[in-house]
T-cell receptor
């Protein structure tokens, strides 16, 4: 149980385009999901907390207009990288917490974004 | 702000030898501490949390508030323990936001 999926697993796009990444909790409801970014050989850096039915909470230094987050249902959160640039190339990982459950976060497999 | 420090990046140990991964944290309150593991080509998954006080796959970790540490230990390393290990901290009532350390790459030599 407690499986989180991400789609796509890998995406290559041109500079200036927008890319949407989906994060789904497959067998549980998640009122809270988290989006992380991971650079090569670096740790996970929390970007934002996605709250179902309300606005996302962004970490300091993360541009909310650049990284749009929508948590429209209890099983889906989306991250849209708007007007992507090469420096946005990274590994994006989401996690989800079971609604009303413990603090354990269940992680998705990640999405590799390459902006040319 | 909370911070998690994992000093060694790469740790190589022989099979059967003990392994210890160090984790120190800075936080003024009483945090919750976790160890996450990422095996090759797999997603990040929870290994253990300090609240549970249990041994998972032979690993244990004790929260030492005096030393602000949460070191991960296993007395006899196995080849399947080769993975990336991350120490993480969550503030109680802090909306479950996790702060991760930089991670330790563990390689168990047969």
């Amino acid at each position: 149980g407690a499986v989180v999926s991400q789609h796509p697993s890998r995406v290559i796009c041109k500079s200036g385009t927008s890319v949407k990444i989906e994060c789904r909790s497959l067998d549980f409801q998640a009122t809270t999901m988290f989006w992380y970014r991971q650079f090569p050989k670096q740790s996970l850096m929390l970007m934002a907390t996605s709250n179902e039915g309300s606005k996302a909470t962004y970490e300091q230094g993360v541009e909310k207009d650049k990284f749009l987050i929508n948590h429209a249902s209890l099983t889906l959160s989306t991250l849209t990288v708007t007007s992507a640039h090469p420096e946005d190339s990274s590994f994006y990982i989401c996690s989800a917490k079971i609604a009303g459950g413990q603090e354990t976060q269940y992680f998705g497999p990640g999405t590799r974004l390459l902006v040319l | 702000a909370q911070r998690v420090t994992q000093p060694e990046k790469l740790l190589s140990v022989f099979k059967g030898a003990p392994v210890e991964l160090k984790c120190n944290y800075s936080y003024s309150g009483s945090p919750e501490l976790f160890w996450y593991v990422q095996y090759s080509r797999q997603r990040l998954q929870l290994l253990l949390r300090h609240i549970s006080r249990e041994s998972i796959k032979g690993f244990t970790a004790d929260l030492n508030k005096g030393e602000t540490s949460f070191h991960l230990k296993k007395p006899f390393a196995q080849e399947e323990d080769s993975a990336m290990y991350y120490c993480a901290l969550s503030r109680p009532y802090g909306n479950n936001r996790l702060a991760f350390g930089k991670g330790n790459q563990v390689v168990v030599i047969p």
